[in-house]
Structures are given as C-alpha cells and as structure tokens.
T-cell receptor, first 113, second 119 residues
C-alpha cells in the first residue's frame, strides 16, 4: 500500500531564516505530487505541483520554491521566511492521471516568529 | 475559475443521527470531479468520497454518500448514523477536467464545515 511521509511535524523558525520541508511517498511510482498550505481556520491553497522529476508548476507567486530531485521526493524551500509563511503545510500525492483523488500526508505546522 | 462554497461554518448532530453538509460549486468545465475530505484535529486530510461530473449515480462509501445535483451545482455530503469520531472539519473540493490544463491537477477547496457530534 502507498504511504506518504512529511517531516518535520512541527517547526518554529525566525523571520529571515531558511526553510526546507520534505515529503516522500512509498508504494507507487511516478506520482503527481502537491504542496498545499492551510492558514488557520481556512481551506487549502495549492502552492506547487509536479508531474515528474524536475517538473514543478507554481500556482501562487511567493518566496517559496519547490523541487523534485527524485521520483517520490518533493521538497518545499525558502531562502528567507516571512511571518506570512506561517501555516500548516500539507504534501499530497495522486496517480499519474489528473482525474482522481489526492492523498495527503500528516502535515507540517510551521510557525514563523 | 472554479469556486467552492460551504455555507455552514459549524454543525451539530446527535450521535446516531444523519447529517447533511452543504457544498455548492461553480465551474465552466464540462468535466470535473468533486471530493469530500475530513480533517480531524490532528490535521491530516482524509479522503472520504469522490463524484465525477458524468457519473450517473450518487457516490457512496460506507456511511458517507454524496447527494449530487448537477443542475443545482451542489454536492452535499450525507453522513448516516453519526459517531463521536466523526467530529472534525469537513472540506468540499473540486478539480477541473482533463482539458482544464493546470486546473485538472489542482484541487480547489471550500472553507470547510466544523461538525460536532453530541453524545
């Protein structure tokens, strides 16, 4: 069966510091991968998605970036965090077809101080 | 552009009763998909049910059913025989069809409904 991992689970970082969140998927190959952010009390906002290694699409302009160095690894990064980057970050995977459900990881709660 | 509207910020239901969570959507895509996710306090988004726009029958998954009314652009979630463990946030989401380009990969979420099950 497929599983999706995210780490760290929680993170407290000062403004201006760098960020690296990692997501890995097991039990599937060539998945579509997604990064979402959820602000407190809100729905999810898609940040990035990837349909293959090195292929990243950005949905929201911001100071975040994403990379996919391996088929089942998706990384969310920032060179300098802003207060507005605080939130709950969720990684998701879906099969290599656009039509079906996405499965989410446990999430990372980021607080920028 | 796609839009999901969930008009109920919070709902209460008695244990063992059924409850309906509302969701309306707006899209210009002829083909699309509708999803419901559950988010307990732990934060993880749990997939519950999916309905394709061309599916003839309403989707069902155990105690969950989706009341799909295409003409009204509504996709309400019905939970039968509520349990205490059903207390959570519930999100309705939509993705575009195969010809929507980036929209076919993106899930657009509503703001959610907080369901509280009362013993």
């Amino acid at each position: 069966s497929q599983t999706i991992h995210q780490w760290p689970a929680t993170l407290v970082q000062p403004v201006g510091s760098p960020l690296s969140l990692e997501c890995t998927v097991e039990g599937t190959s060539n998945p579509n991968l997604y990064w979402y952010r959820q602000a407190a009390g809100r729905g999810l906002q898609l940040l990035f998605y990837s349909v293959g290694i090195g292929q990243i699409s950005s949905e929201v302009p911001q100071n975040l970036s994403a990379s996919r160095p391996q088929d089942r690894q998706f990384i969310l990064s920032s060179k300098k965090l802003l207060l507005s980057d605080s939130g709950f970050y969720l990684c998701a995977w879906g099969e290599d077809r656009a039509a079906y459900e996405q499965y989410f990881g446990p999430g990372t709660r980021l607080t920028v101080t | 552009a796609q839009k999901i509207t969930q008009t109920q910020p919070g709902m209460f239901v008695q244990e063992k009763e059924a409850v309906t969570l509302d969701c309306t959507y707006d899209t210009s895509d002829p083909s699309y998909g509708l999803f419901w996710y559950k988010q307990p306090s732990s934060g993880e988004m749990i997939f519950l049910i999916y309905q394709g726009s061309y599916d003839q029958q309403n989707a069902t998954e155990g105690r969950y059913s989706l009341n799909f009314q295409k003409a009204r652009k509504s996709a309400n979630l019905v939970i039968s025989a509520s349990q205490l463990g059903d207390s959570a946030m519930y999100f309705c989401a939509m993705r575009g069809g195969a010809y929507s380009g980036a929209g076919s990969y993106q899930l657009t979420f509503g703001k959610g409904t907080k369901l509280s099950v009362i013993p």
